[in-house]
């Protein structure tokens, strides 16, 4: 199954600034991927979702990167904001036969410092 | 309101006792999840159900069992087999691949 690293457990950030989030994954490039906010105690809240053949998606301040040379995506939120800071999960479908199987990485926990 | 819905919140299990995590929805998704996260690691998916009355294991299925009888319902049962139950359960059901979870049960051992 797919192995997926994200860049580094936690980040942290100045206000205004933007909070750069990457994640890599091992095996075969999925047919999408997706980015999930967690809050602490909570169910990760869907953000993203980020196809194969497209290179970039945004939504609002969130713009989503998709790299399959390098099995890659990062994650930009731009003039980041106290309200942001939350652990931030990739998702990919490991099943290769859209089943709809997610495999998560571990996270990368976003304080961003007023 | 739609969305999952996910009963208790917290939940204390015996040793040997079996306990039940609830999980409805009400978005008309046909498939439905359970992942289990423990601190500092990634979701590892239990059981998954893409339709009424079929599931399949996910990765760590044993100790667990699930059933899906209705639609809107996809309860989990943490057996006594499973010698470390204790973690943040999560139920999500899913349309086009985009999921939707519900606010978690936190399990833990008596």
């Known amino acids: 199954s797919q192995k997926i690293e994200q860049n580094s457990e936690a980040l942290n950030i100045q206000e205004g600034k933007t909070a750069t989030l990457t994640c890599n994954y091992t095996?075969?490039?999925?047919?999408?991927l997706q980015w999930y906010r967690q809050d602490p105690g909570r169910g990760p809240v869907f953000l993203l979702l980020?196809?194969?053949?497209?290179k970039e998606k945004r939504k609002e301040r969130l713009k989503v990167t998709f790299d399959t040379t390098l099995k890659q995506s990062l994650f930009h939120i731009t003039a980041s904001q106290p309200a942001d800071s939350a652990t931030y999960l990739c998702?990919?479908?490991?099943?290769?036969?859209?089943?709809?199987?997610?495999?998560f990485g571990k996270g990368t926990k976003l304080s961003v410092i007023p | 309101d739609g969305g999952i819905t996910q009963s208790p919140k917290y939940l204390f299990r015996k040793e040997g006792q079996n306990v039940t995590l609830s999980c409805e929805q009400n978005?008309?998704?046909?498939?439905m999840y359970w992942y289990r996260q423990d601190p500092g690691q990634g979701l590892r998916l239990i059981y998954y159900s893409q339709i009424v009355n079929d599931f399949q294991k996910g990765d760590i299925a044993e100790g667990y069992s699930v059933s899906r009888e209705k639609k809107e319902s996809f309860p989990l049962t943490v057996t006594s087999a499973q010698k470390n139950p204790t973690a943040f359960y999560l139920c999500?059901?899913?349309?086009?691949?985009?999921?939707?979870f519900g606010s978690g049960t936190q399990l833990s051992v008596l």
């Open positions: 980020i196809r194969e053949n497209e």
């Open positions: 998702a990919l479908d490991d099943s290769g036969a859209g089943s709809y199987q997610l495999t």
């Open positions: 978005l008309n998704h046909d498939a």
């Open positions: 999500a059901s899913g349309n086009r691949g985009k999921l939707f």
């Open positions: 095996n075969y490039s999925p047919a999408y």
